[in-house]
C-alpha cells in the first residue's frame, strides 16, 4: 500500500462517490413523499430490513473465515436487524412480518440472492455499504430527527452506538484494516463497495413513494373538475 493513501476505507468511499450522487439524487426525489405517510415509511425500511438481515446471516454464515472474522471484530457492532424488526412491529403491528413481505421489492429479491452467494470478499463490500449508511448517517439526533415526524416509532435502527464518533473511527479503522491485512483484494474490496453502492441505487429506485391516499385525491380532483367544467357549460349555454 502507497504511504498516505488513505488506506481502504478512502479507497471504497472514493470508489463509490459517482453511486452515492445517484442515491442522492433518488433520495432527494422520493424522501419527502415517503416522509408523508407511515406506510410509505415502513415500506421503505421493510425493504432494507430485508438486505440487513440477509447480511447478518451470510456473516453469521462465513464467521469461520478469518477475512469476516477481522471485519466483525474490528466493527464491534450489534445485529441491525432487531433494530428494524422493532421499528417494523411499532409501524405495522404483529403482523409486521407479513407485510414487511409485501413491501418487498424484485430488486431487493436480486440483492438478497447476491447476498446470500457472495463469497467474504463481497461481504466486505456489502457491510461497507449497508452498515456504512447507518454508522455514518445514524445516531441519536438522526433518530430525534425522525422520531419527530413519525413519533409512534422508536426508530431503533438509527441508534447504533453511544459514542457515534467513536464508532465512525471504529468503523474507518476496521476496512483499513482489512486492507493492510488481505493488500491483494483491495482492488476486488473497492470494486465490490462500487458494485453494492449501485444495487442500494436500484432498491432505492425500486420502493415505492406514491403516497396511498393519492388515488383519492385524484378521484375527488376529477370529480371537481367535471363540476366545474358542466357549471361552466351550463353558464354559457343560459347566456
Known amino acids: 500500500m502507497a504511504p498516505n493513501d488513505g488506506g481502504l476505507y478512502v479507497k471504497m468511499m472514493s470508489s463509490m462517490r459517482t453511486g452515492h ?141 453511544e459514542d457515534m464518533d467513536a464508532a465512525r473511527q471504529r468503523f474507518r479503522q476496521t476496512f483499513s484494516t482489512v486492507g493492510e491485512q488481505w493488500p491483494d483484494h483491495v482492488e476486488t474490496f473497492t470494486k465490490q463497495s462500487q458494485r453494492f453502492m449501485a444495487l442500494n441505487n436500484t432498491v432505492l429506485g425500486s420502493i415505492r413513494c406514491m403516497p396511498y391516499w393519492w388515488w383519492k385525491a385524484t378521484v375527488v380532483a376529477g370529480v371537481f373538475g367535471v363540476c366545474v367544467v358542466t357549471s361552466y357549460r351550463v353558464g354559457w349555454r343560459a347566456k
Not at 61 to 73: F, P, T, Y
Not at 150 to 158: E, I, Q, R, T
Request: hydrophobic residues 45%; proline residues 4%.
Open 21 to 161: 450522487k445517484m442515491g442522492n439524487t433518488i433520495r432527494f426525489l422520493k424522501l419527502p413523499l415517503i416522509l408523508t405517510d407511515t406506510r410509505l415509511y415502513a415500506g421503505a425500511i421493510s425493504n432494507f430490513y430485508w438486505l440487513t438481515h440477509t447480511l447478518e446471516r451470510a456473516l453469521v454464515c462465513a464467521k469461520e473465515d478469518k477475512m469476516i472474522r477481522v471485519l466483525r471484530d474490528g466493527l464491534g457492532l450489534p445485529d441491525r436487524a432487531p433494530a428494524y424488526e422493532k421499528d417494523l412491529q411499532q409501524l405495522l403491528g404483529d403482523d409486521w412480518r407479513v407485510e414487511a413481505l409485501k413491501f418487498r421489492t424484485a430488486a431487493t429479491d436480486a440483492y438478497c440472492a447476491i447476498l446470500e452467494a457472495a463469497p467474504p470478499e463481497e461481504l466486505v463490500g456489502a457491510a461497507f455499504i449497508l452498515y456504512g449508511a447507518l454508522v455514518v448517517g445514524g445516531g441519536k439526533k438522526t433518530q430525534a430527527k425522525v422520531r419527530n415526524i413519525f413519533p409512534s416509532c422508536d426508530h431503533a435502527l438509527f441508534d447504533v452506538a
